[in-house]
């Protein structure tokens, strides 16, 4: 059982950047893919970004091309690099582990307490 904790979150002025980082107590390197979800207030969860093991990724529509979702097997941790930051991207900011294929690439049930990302105009 992998533990997981988001760091790297704060407040920043549209147009600018952060990086997320998110730090696993165990390997990851056995977990097949790995994901960023975010929940802004009244809102449901929603996928980001994710990477499976062999470093395919994959987006949301909305952060394409802005945000960069990478993993350092060696260090146990995902990142996920957000440039061009939009109030639109202002939510609570959350990484997990994901099911395989067979299973829909859902996210395991156990939620950390995430990170709080905020971007003002």
């Known amino acids: 059982q992998v533990q997981l904790v988001e760091s790297g979150g704060g407040l920043v002025q549209a147009g600018g950047s952060l990086r997320l980082s998110c730090a696993a107590s165990?390997?990851?390197?056995?977990?097949?893919?790995m994901g960023w979800y975010r929940q802004a207030p009244g809102k449901q969860r929603e996928l980001v970004a994710a990477?499976?093991?062999?470093?395919?990724?994959n987006y949301a529509d909305s952060v394409k091309g802005r945000f960069t979702i990478s993993r350092d097997n060696a260090k146990n941790t995902v990142y996920l690099q957000m440039n061009s930051l939009k109030p639109e991207d202002t939510a609570v900011y959350y990484c997990?582990?994901?099911?395989?294929?067979?299973?829909?690439?859902?996210?395991?049930?156990?939620w950390g307490q995430g990170t709080q990302v905020t971007v003002s105009s």
């Open positions: 990477i499976t093991s062999g470093g395919t990724t």
């Open positions: 997990n582990a994901q099911r395989g294929a067979e299973r829909g690439y859902a996210p395991f049930d156990s």
């Open positions: 165990r390997s990851i390197f056995s977990i097949d893919a």
